[in-house]
């Protein structure tokens, strides 16, 4: 069995910066794409950036310039990086992970971490 494990939400102020962590464990044989979404209240989830097993990056352009995506392949863990956040960033963030496991190709999720952006 697979599982992710999400840590680093929380309260922020307007500017402030917060890191998020997603660590996957298990049988886990190979990772591909990783990548983080969020989902605000009344809206549907949205992919927020990603990151292949190359490392190439894609972001949605209302965070291009102040998150960034990095993975480390040695823990199975993605990070996401989240500067100069906006009352609008506030949102439930989910990882995802593409990987092959015991049990074959999974598209994997974490919980969910609540970021709040507020003064």
């Known amino acids: 069995q697979v599982q992710l494990v999400e840590s680093g939400g929380g309260l922020v102020q307007p500017g402030g910066s917060l890191r998020l962590s997603c660590s996957a464990s298990g049988r886990i044989f190979s990772i591909n794409a990783m990548g983080w979404y969020r989902q605000a209240p009344g809206k549907e989830r949205e992919l927020v950036a990603v990151i292949s097993s190359g490392d190439s990056t894609n972001y949605v352009d209302s965070v291009k310039g102040r998150f960034t995506i990095s993975r480390d392949n040695a823990k199975n863990t993605v990070y996401l990086q989240m500067n100069s956040l906006k009352p609008e960033d506030t949102a439930v963030y989910y990882c995802?992970?593409?990987?092959?496991?015991?049990?074959?190709?999974?598209?994997?999720w974490g919980q969910g971490t609540l970021v709040t952006v507020s003064s």
């Open positions: 995802n992970v593409d990987l092959l496991s015991g049990a074959g190709y999974l598209k994997v």
